[in-house]
């Protein structure tokens, strides 16, 4: 039964760490400036957040136009883009790349990834805002790794070790049960 209990926690660590090393996030266009797409707690730690290819892999401002593009597909007037603004204690920046090209294919394998570093346990909002955006169900894929041991995503890592302890506070109940009506 002992073994059955350091299984059931060992699962539940090793688990907890599985779900920690990535969360990806989908980040939709959003036409409404003063909200965002999607927020996320995180605690101080170093994360690297890459572009991948998810739900979604890119967006177009200019309602799926292309135009204006080198013989690369690059530097295009119109076209696709792989970028979004996030906001950590109230201060904004704009990551990805602001560079139009051709493809949704090519605007990601432009796209690079960047580094959030976290000082505290803070809630980071993450946004496209495009006030003219026409067309729906384009936006980014993001996938967060933590980079050090305490950078750690809280909804997956929380629910996981509770888990895990609940299983192994199972074991014991049982067990203790068990112990009670042999001995009566």
Do not use: H
Request: proline share 2%; net charge neutral; glycine share 10%.
């Amino acid at each position: 039964m002992k073994s059955f209990i350091a299984s059931s926690l060992v699962i539940g660590l090793f688990s907890a760490n599985i779900a920690t090393a990535a969360v990806i996030l989908d980040v939709e266009v959003n036409t409404k400036l003063d909200n965002a797409s999607v927020v996320e707690t995180l605690q101080a730690g170093t994360y690297n957040v890459s572009f991948i290819d998810g739900v979604f892999d890119a967006w177009n401002p200019d309602s799926g136009q292309v135009a204006g593009c080198d013989e690369n597909g690059a530097n295009c007037s119109k076209g696709w883009l792989t970028n979004l603004d996030v906001s950590v204690n109230g201060k904004n920046k704009r990551y990805g790349n602001n560079g139009r090209f051709a493809t949704p294919e090519l605007a990601l394998a432009n796209a690079g990834s960047f580094e959030l570093v976290l000082t505290e346990k803070t809630e980071i909002f993450m946004v496209i805002a495009n006030k003219n955006y026409k067309s729906t169900g384009q936006g980014v894929s993001v996938q967060l790794s933590a980079v050090d041991a305490e950078a750690v995503p809280l909804p997956a890592a929380g629910l996981v070790f509770l888990g895990g302890g609940a299983a192994g506070w199972a074991a014991i109940r049982r067990r203790r049960k068990a112990f009670q009506t042999a001995a009566q």
